[in-house]
Structures are given as C-alpha cells and as structure tokens.
C-alpha cells in the first residue's frame, strides 16, 4: 500500500554542521512532495516542496532532493541551528484529497 | 503564522462524553482537512471538506464527523469518546483540493480520561 517511512527515527548533528534527513516513499504515482517541521506542542508549518518533475528544490538554507527511481527523498539543512531542533515529517500527496504523513525524524541540534 | 486557527487548545473529557473542534481557515482558503495526530506519530488524515462537502475520509469510524460552512470554517466532532481518541487535533487549510499545500494551525490537544 501506499506510504511515506523515514530511514531514521533521530539524527543528532553539530550546531554549524548540515543536516541531511531521508525519505522513501512507495507510490511511484506521487507528484507531490512536501516537508513540514513541527516543534515541541505547535503544529507542522510548511518548509519547502516539490513537484516530480524536479530532481531539486532550494530555499533558506535548505534543499530538497528528489530520486524517483528510487522513490527517496530528501531534506538538506545547512549550517543547522539551534532552533532546527524539531521534527521533520515528509509528506506524500498522490491524488485527490489525501496528503499522507511519515510518523517523522527529531532532529537534535547540539551546541 | 498560517491564518488557521483552532479552538480550543486544550481540553479534557471523559469516556464517553463528545467533543467539538473548531477551525477557522487561511483567508482565500476553501478546503479544510483534518487530521490526528497521537503522541510520537505523524498527521493521519481523517477527512476534508470542500464546499460544505466531505470531498474524502481516512480509516475514521463514523462516529469522527465534520461541518463545514459558507464562510470555509469548520468543526470536527467526536461522539462517544474513547481512551484511544487522546491526540493532537489539527486542521489544515489549502487553496484548493487538487495538489495544493496544507497550512496547519496549532492543533487542539484532546486528552480523554
């Protein structure tokens, strides 16, 4: 069936180092793919997106990789912060009404 | 800030009783989704609603329903509330049905005891 899994549950980085956060998804059909971080009690806010006809996607500091032959996706997070510290959910559109959610990846941030 | 407000952020009932969440969406917004989201888990998506229209449903009972109104806010209602039911209520807002990003608000908190 259909569905978007993180490779690792936790990833804890360096302040100053990048981050890179990993994605499968199992739909070859999707065309739509989205990341979304969630801090401590707030709701997932918006980070970056991509269509499946791009490989690469850029924004403030971060970058979204896109692999369609091998259905994986992923978050790059330059120069990580402290406040990057949360976690990060890839999400799966494939059609119709439904965006389908991984169960995410906490990212910890040392100073 | 997304422009979606929810409310209330917090709340308890008890077993049994039933609850309404509302939700206001992002101006220019006519799509409303609802999701759970149990402790340690991602979002899963239990309806939307276009056009005062359930437009899709995920593996809900029916005792998880919907509104939706002329001005695109909208409420979730749970009945019969289980232990099962404690979890982080979202809603999300989106230009449209088709391919669009969601906006989520701050979620209501639903603890059932």
């Known amino acids: 069936g259909e569905s978007v899994g993180l490779h690792l549950p936790t990833l804890s980085v360096q302040e100053g180092d990048n981050s890179i956060i990993n994605c499968a998804y199992s739909n070859s059909a999707s065309d739509y793919f989205i990341w979304y971080k969630q801090e401590s009690g707030k709701g997932p806010q918006f980070i970056i997106d991509?269509?499946?006809?791009?490989d690469k996607r850029q924004g403030q500091r971060v970058t979204v990789l896109l692999n369609k032959t091998v259905k994986h996706l992923s978050l790059q997070i330059a120069a990580t912060q402290p406040g990057d510290s949360a976690v990060y959910f890839c999400?799966?559109?494939?059609?119709?009404?439904?965006?389908?959610f991984g169960a995410g990846t906490r990212l910890f941030v040392k100073a | 800030e997304t422009g979606v407000t929810q409310s209330p952020t917090h709340l308890i009932k008890t077993r049994g009783q039933q609850v309404t969440l509302r939700c206001s969406s992002q101006?220019?917004?006519?799509?409303v989704s609802w999701y759970q989201q149990a402790l340690g888990q991602g979002p899963q998506f239990i309806f939307q609603?276009?056009?005062?229209?359930?437009?899709g449903r995920g593996n809900f009972p029916p005792r998880f329903s919907g509104l939706q109104f002329p001005n695109y806010s909208s409420e979730l209602n749970v009945n019969a509330l289980e232990l099962d039911d404690s979890a982080l209520y979202l809603c999300?807002?989106?230009?449209?049905?088709?391919?669009?990003?969601?906006?989520f608000g701050e979620g209501s908190w639903l603890t059932v005891v």
């Open positions: 999300a807002s989106s230009p449209g049905t088709d391919g669009n990003t969601i906006y």
């Open positions: 991509i269509r499946s006809n791009m």
């Open positions: 101006s220019g917004h006519n799509t």
């Open positions: 999400a799966e559109y494939t059609g119709g009404f439904k965006t389908i």
């Open positions: 609603y276009y056009r005062e229209e359930e437009n």
